[in-house]
């Protein structure tokens, strides 16, 4: 059975860090492309960064230069550190993990960027 659970979601101020983790188990962690997608109310869900098997990342404009993508292939876990958190950045974050035919999909966190 394959899981993806996201963790690490919270509130935080404008101008702070969180940092998401995806645990993922049930697959062949370190041949999937891993990605971080985010869903605000009322909006379509957006991808907001990346993660090749072959540890290229991609970036929207978006969050280029305050978002970084990780993975650590030996513990099945994939990362996002964000960084100068806008209130624009307010989502449920989702995980997701591609090969070939498989797309799998975490429940979400909650991201709340508010003073």
């Known amino acids: 059975q394959v899981q993806l659970v996201e963790s690490g979601g919270g509130l935080v101020q404008p101008g702070g860090s969180l940092r998401l983790s995806c645990a993922a188990s049930?697959?062949?962690?370190?041949?999937?492309?891993m990605d971080w997608y985010r869903q605000a109310p009322g909006k379509e869900r957006e991808l907001v960064a990346s993660?090749?098997?072959?540890?290229?990342?991609e970036y929207p404009d978006s969050v280029k230069g305050r978002f970084t993508i990780s993975r650590d292939n030996a513990k099945n876990t994939m990362y996002l550190q964000m960084d100068s958190l806008k209130p624009e950045d307010t989502a449920v974050y989702y995980c997701?993990?591609?090969?070939?035919?498989?797309?799998?999909w975490g429940q979400g966190t909650q991201v709340t960027v508010s003073s």
């Open positions: 997701n993990a591609r090969f070939w035919k498989n797309d799998f």
């Open positions: 049930g697959i062949a962690f370190g041949i999937y492309t």
């Open positions: 993660l090749s098997s072959g540890g290229r990342a």
